[in-house]
């Protein structure tokens, strides 16, 4: 167990609706951030929050949003979603973001979602 | 931009031999690469990771090197058993913003 808890652990939905992904970061940690591992696929980086803030953002969708809340924890939310948006969902979360240092990851259980 | 390639994506190796896994990055300011390994329906858990002032680092039968001026490291695995079956993830710092740039992934399958 890695201390990041992720809810709901599945989810099935029909297109065009909107989801809501929630992630709990480990006790300390300031960073959180979202990917998204399609079928057999590696870790695409879809965005990261430090202590509330937006640091950095991949490839995500401008249907994608996220936010970190004051008590750390951070929700990805997906809106008129489409098939291929049908993936895992992993939270991961570290210790915070020191210029020139990097922290090890710690990776939540992950959301399987499924569009039909 | 920022890109981290990651080869073979697909090893096979039998079980008591060694795997060795290889990525290369283009930034040449990245000075942070960890290796995570993500097994069968479960999350990515880092294994090794070094940083660009040291050349290599060893865990019992882990093993990762670094050659900062062929921008290339390594994760080597001795004495391989059927648990060190998963999908393998390299993966770099980045240089804004303090992303780590991933590679696509190995899977190494562990045959008996």
């Known amino acids: 167990d890695s201390g990041v808890t992720q809810t709901p652990k599945h989810l099935i939905t029909a297109t065009g609706q909107r989801v809501t992904l929630r992630c709990s970061p480990r006790s300390g940690d300031l960073s959180v951030y979202w990917y998204q591992q399609s079928l057999d696929q590696g870790l695409q980086f879809l965005i990261q929050y430090y202590n509330g803030e937006e640091r950095a953002k991949g490839n995500i969708l401008e249907r994608f949003s996220a936010q970190q809340f004051p008590d750390l924890h951070s929700e990805l939310n997906l809106s008129s979603l489409e098939l291929g948006d049908s993936a895992l969902y992993f939270c991961a979360s570290s210790v915070g973001v020191q210029l020139d240092s990097y922290n090890e990851q710690f990776f939540g259980p992950g959301t399987r979602l499924t569009v039909l | ?112």
């Open chain 2, 1 to 112: 931009g920022e890109n981290v390639e990651q080869h073979p994506s697909t090893l096979s190796v039998q079980e008591g031999d060694s795997a060795v896994i290889k990525c290369t990055y283009s930034d040449s300011a990245s000075n942070y690469f960890p290796w995570y390994k993500q097994e069968l329906g479960k999350r990515p858990q880092l294994i090794i990771d070094i940083r660009s002032n040291v050349g290599e680092k060893k865990d019992q039968r882990i093993a990762v090197t670094l050659n900062k001026t062929a921008k290339h490291f390594s994760l080597h695995i001795t004495e391989t058993q059927p648990e060190d079956s998963a999908v393998y993830f390299c993966a770099g710092s980045g240089q804004s913003n303090y992303q780590l740039i991933w590679g696509a992934g190995t899977k190494l399958i562990i045959k008996p």
